[in-house]
């Protein structure tokens, strides 16, 4: 805490910490502190130029140019699941991934991609796989080849999915959502051991089990002729969650979950899993990657024409123009996923109208709508919002700094006054006196002349120690 002793001339500053009084022992102490001060407070000012984004009308042009061009890619080349170009690429790239995975593991590379499958279904054999074809599934409501990945919870690619498929694999169950009810099947598999000694390696064993069925779901089922049923997008399968995690606490699965579910596996059925969903996310990516790069770019650019070459360094260089952390940067990212997000939807809901005559499809606009994208948006949006009230702390810090600024120019422009007019430092040094001697007599003679020389009234010094110890006492005369 500082407190200024004002009495009809300025004396210098005095700090109190903890019950302990010091003083600034010269003029040129206190000069050093104070314009110390006076950096701070101006960093604390600049600072904020930091917080707020940079773009000029050029960056903002690019950022939604990118959105455009991406948007366009996602319209004409993503589309929705059986008319996708890039989607059968994808289609194709999973598969290998698929099968390196299987050589992993110990496949013998003899055979096309189902072979591969199949290698890792039998490897990777779980009990809750019913098809509803002639097994224990078949009792399960319309529970066949073409939803049981949807409808199975072990299947789903979340984290209930997971202890789901830990539970069945300890308690020889089966659980599907069917119909907005959570059902259970006992003793699902009566051939079926999970293996490991102790609960820990049983436990590892089934997270084993579990990544390792899905990977050879992801690419559909070795006996599939087509395309096949991968596994579900984690996004969609969390509406099985929301149904088993309701039965479970007894609580009602109103009517909106059960629709939501019900659309969810409409467009599962119609080819929108996990491999469609990453198609999605290549123009999100795309996005990404082109806007960090322009940004880098220009920035990159303004290095090298305002530094001279002896100042280059790679440190300055990549502080000029990382593209991660800077807020320029990330209001660009917002602009390009906007605009991405706006052409979408656009696209989207008009042919949505148009496949049903003048009527909305929401079937249609769930296989169309980029959720990749959408989340991504709501990603930089949260980013946003959360920069407003970082920037708004710190203004109200910086509003604070300038008027702190004020007084310690002021006090700054005493001391200088006072520097110019008096050499005190040998008198000033009477502080110092106090705290490493007991020469109280020589210290009181300093403190004294300096009293003087400062021009106070002379019944207002105090000469001797019984004065000071008068004055602290409250008996001031």
Known sequence: ???????????????????????????????????????????????????????????????????????????????????????????????????????????????????????????????????GAGDAGSIVYDLNPTNHHFKSLGHNPTLLGLFISIVDQFTNQSHFISGGELISLQNADGKFEL?????????FSGFVNWFGHLISDVSGSSGSKYRGMGIPSPFWAWTNDII?????????????????????????????????????AI????????????????????????????????????????????????RMLTVAHGTFCMMDLGDTTIKSFRTRGGNFNITEFSLRLNIVGIGRFTISLYGETKQVFVIRKAESEAQFARKEIIIVENYLN?????????DDKELVNFVDDFKKSDMYVQA??????????????????????????????????
């Open 1 to 131: 805490m500082s407190q200024a002793i004002e009495t009809a001339e300025l004396i210098l500053e005095m700090d109190v910490i903890e019950d302990e009084s010091t003083f600034a022992s010269s003029i040129e102490i206190a000069l050093t502190a104070a314009e110390n001060e006076m950096q701070s407070f101006k960093e604390t000012i600049n600072s904020i130029q930091i917080l707020r984004p940079n773009c000029d009308k050029l960056d903002y042009a690019l950022a939604a140019s990118s959105g455009v061009l991406c948007g366009i890619m996602d319209i004409f080349l993503v589309g929705k699941p059986g008319e996708s170009m890039v989607g059968d690429v994808t289609d194709k790239w999973i598969g290998n991934r698929t099968a390196d995975f299987a050589r992993l593991c110990g496949w013998d590379d003899k055979g096309d991609t189902s072979s591969a499958i199949r290698f890792l279904e039998k490897k990777f054999k779980i009990l809750y796989d019913q098809r």
């Open 195 to 203: 293996q490991g000694n102790s609960v820990p390696a049983k436990l």
């Open 244 to 280: 088993a995690i309701k039965r479970k606490l007894n609580v009602p699965v109103s009517q909106f979950d059960h629709t939501i579910n019900e659309l969810a596996l409409s467009i599962y059925k119609q080819g929108y899993d996990i491999r469609f969903q990453a198609t999605q």
């Open 283 to 330: 123009p999100v990516f795309i996005n990404e990657t082109i806007v960090r790069l322009l940004y880098t770019t220009r920035r990159l650019v303004k290095y090298y024409k305002k530094t001279e070459k002896e100042e280059r360094s790679a440190s300055a260089m990549w502080q000029a123009c990382e593209p991660f952390s800077e807020p320029t940067v990330k």
């Open 414 to 422: 005493g001391l200088s006054l006072l520097s110019e007019l008096y």
């Open 444 to 477: 009181f003679q300093k403190s004294v002349q300096l009293a003087e020389l400062r021009k106070v009234p002379d019944n207002n010094i105090l000469k001797t120690k019984s004065d000071i110890d008068s004055f602290f006492g409250g008996n001031r005369r």
